[in-house]
C-alpha cells in the first residue's frame, strides 16, 4: 500500500471486503492490441473538459502549471491542439474529485505523478483512499479494509468504476491521432476565441 493523494468512491469495493478488485475489459479493449490505442488516440481540451467534468480554463491552467500536461501531443505556443490521452483524462476526474473534497494540491501532483507512472490497465485495479491530508494508493480490498479499519481512509476512488465513466463519455465524443493535419480554425478552442474576440473588438 503506497501513500499517494487522491479520493472517489470506494463503495462497491467497501461494501463486498471479499471480491478483488478485476481490471476491465471495456470497449477500448475490444481488440488484441488495442490498449496501445490509449496513448495514440487523443481528444482535444473541449472533449477532455466533458468527460473529466472540468472547465477548460482548468485544464489550461493544469497543462501550463504542470501539474497534467497532455501525453499524445502537448505543443508549446499557439496554433496547435493539445491532445489527451484516456489516460490522462482519467487522471483527470480524478484530479477534480480530489479537488472537490479538499485534498491539498500538494497531496494531488503526487497522487498524479504516481497514476501517470502506471500502465492504463493497471489503474482499473486501484482504489485511491484519502483521510484528507494524504492520499494511499490500493491495489486489494483488504488494503481498503485495513485503511478503514485504522481510522485512516475517510473517503475513496475506485478507479473502476471512474474509468467506465470516462469510457463511457469518450465513446460518444471525436478522437484522432497526432499525426492527423489540425483544421485551421479551432472552434472549441474556447481561450483562443476569447482571445481573438478580445484583439478584434
Not at 492520499?135 to 475506485?158: K, P
Request: charged letters at 20%.
Amino acid at each position: 500500500m503506497a501513500a499517494t493523494g487522491t479520493t472517489g468512491d470506494a463503495a462497491s469495493v467497501l461494501q463486498d471486503g471479499t471480491r478483488a478488485a478485476q481490471p476491465l475489459q471495456g470497449a477500448l479493449f475490444a481488440h488484441p492490441g488495442d490498449a496501445s490505442d490509449t496513448e495514440t488516440v487523443g481528444y482535444r481540451g473541449p472533449a477532455a473538459c466533458n468527460a473529466a467534468g472540468v472547465t477548460y480554463r482548468q485544464l489550461d491552467y493544469w497543462a501550463r502549471t504542470g501539474l497534467l500536461e497532455p501525453s499524445v501531443r502537448n505543443p508549446s505556443g499557439s496554433g496547435h491542439q493539445r491532445l489527451y490521452s484516456f489516460r490522462d483524462i482519467l487522471v483527470l476526474k480524478v484530479v477534480k474529485r480530489l479537488l472537490d473534497t479538499g485534498v491539498s494540491l500538494q497531496q494531488i501532483r503526487i497522487a498524479v505523478s504516481t497514476l501517470r507512472a502506471r500502465g492504463v490497465s493497471d489503474l482499473a485495479g486501484i482504489t485511491l483512499m484519502s483521510d484528507g491530508a494524504s492520499v494511499y494508493e490500493c491495489t486489494s480490498d483488504e488494503e481498503v479494509i485495513d485503511l478503514m479499519r485504522g481510522g485512516q481512509g475517510v473517503f475513496g476512488i475506485a478507479l473502476g468504476s471512474v474509468w467506465r465513466e470516462v469510457e463511457g463519455t469518450l465513446s460518444e465524443l471525436p478522437s484522432e491521432r497526432p499525426e492527423e493535419p489540425e483544421p485551421a480554425v479551432h472552434p472549441g478552442d474556447e481561450l483562443r476565441q476569447r482571445r481573438q474576440a478580445r484583439h478584434a473588438g
